[in-house]
């Protein structure tokens, strides 16, 4: 438990030249691999199904048409299912002060040397704040008076993710106790951004470029959709699909013919690479995650660095990619048969189907 606390701390904490998703990160990381196979494995529906899944990924490299990117990339399946096991082995006990301590070694990283917190860029240390603000808040005050120095940060960096993750958790909110002003909240954001050219002005570069890459790698899944490009394959195969948003707006974005990097949303890049075959297994196995996930700071964690996989890479970056595989770990400590498993399905299937067709009764 300490070597693990260890080496998420220096993935964190690094030297400026060493910034965002680079190699040194992921070597400090990959050290994690070496306790495989120290850990113990509870071999249940969970881990079967994430073998399953990391046996497709495997699979599709063999059609893709860039095996050496794509092998080069399936290093951090390796480090991220090794840190799975780890959060179910070890727990979130640490986390409570593991990750306070890499909160406010990135803050005084950037009041010393600056570099965003050795990420390199803004956004990156945003995604990573955003996802451990959940341990800092109601546990103490020095806690809540790192929170606060947090939210100052993120207000005084030029990345408006955090503005996109406020506004998703105040739809979740609104989902959750009152569906129908949903529609409002959705539209009175669109009437700003129509009415307001400063607004617009603000957010329109992030915005297009994303709905530029959205559509252009859906035409790239529509090639293949049932088996994908093949794992690692995205930026091989982008040029091809590159000018297919001009039938929309001829607006450019990203460079044609240049890689792309990543789409920015790591649920429609899985869908590219590896079909919809992929992204049902990995569907699958957060299902069975979900289903019996108590609400904790975990939870929230996971819940927002899902949120953000919508609108970024973190999946796919060693910092937050670490945080969020481990705490995915955590949330499924127990073990659970496949019977079991099954049962959590139906009866998750059952209560939604209930609460949402039959209204409750009030008490008198």
């Known amino acids: 438990m300490l070597a693990s606390s260890l080496f998420l701390l220096l993935s964190t904490i690094w030297s400026p030249g060493l910034v965002a998703g680079q190699l040194p990160k992921w070597m400090v990381l990959f050290l994690i691999v070496a306790l495989l196979p120290f850990l113990k494995v509870k071999w249940d ?6 073998l399953a899944f990391i046996g497709w990924l495997a699979l599709s490299v063999s059609w ?7 092998l080069h990339q399936f290093h951090r399946v390796f480090v991220f299912f090794a840190l799975f096991l780890m959060g179910r082995q070890f727990g979130d006990n640490w986390l409570k002060v593991g990750v306070p301590l890499g909160v406010a070694g990135v803050l005084a990283f950037q009041v010393f040397q600056g570099w965003f917190g050795s990420f390199g860029n803004e956004n990156f240390a945003t995604e990573y ?11 103490s005050w020095a806690s809540a008076v790192l929170a606060g120095c947090v939210l100052a940060y993120l207000w005084w960096l030029p990345s408006r993710i955090e503005f996109f993750a406020l506004y998703g958790a105040f739809l979740c909110i609104l989902w959750w106790r009152y569906r129908c002003l949903l529609v409002w909240a959705v539209a009175l954001p669109v009437f700003i951004l129509l009415l307001s050219d400063t607004a617009w002005g603000i957010v329109s570069g992030s915005i297009m470029a994303r709905l530029e890459l959205f559509y252009d790698s859906a035409w790239m899944w529509l090639e293949h959709p049932l088996i994908g490009q093949g794992f690692g394959s995205f930026n091989y195969h982008y040029p091809r699909f590159g000018e297919e948003h001009l039938a929309l707006f001829s607006r450019t974005e990203v460079q044609i013919g240049h890689h792309a990097g990543a789409v920015h949303n790591d649920y429609l890049q899985l869908l590219t690479e590896t079909g919809l075959i992929g992204l049902g297994l990995l569907g699958g196995v957060l299902w069975l995650i979900f289903s019996r996930a108590a609400l904790s700071a975990t939870l929230v964690t996971v819940l927002i660095g899902g949120g953000l996989c919508l609108i970024g890479f973190p999946a796919q970056m060693p910092v937050t990619g670490a945080l969020l595989f481990y705490c995915l770990g955590c949330l499924c400590q127990r073990e659970m048969s496949l019977s079991a498993s099954w049962s959590g399905v ?19």
């Open 129 to 139: 704040l955003l996802m451990c603000l959940p341990f800092l808040i109601w546990r």
């Open 45 to 50: 529906a969970i881990t079967l199904g994430t």
């Open 346 to 364: 139906v009866t998750f299937f059952s209560d939604g189907l209930i609460s949402t067709s039959r209204p409750t009764p009030r008490r008198p």
């Open 64 to 70: 893709g048409e860039d095996w050496q990117q794509a």
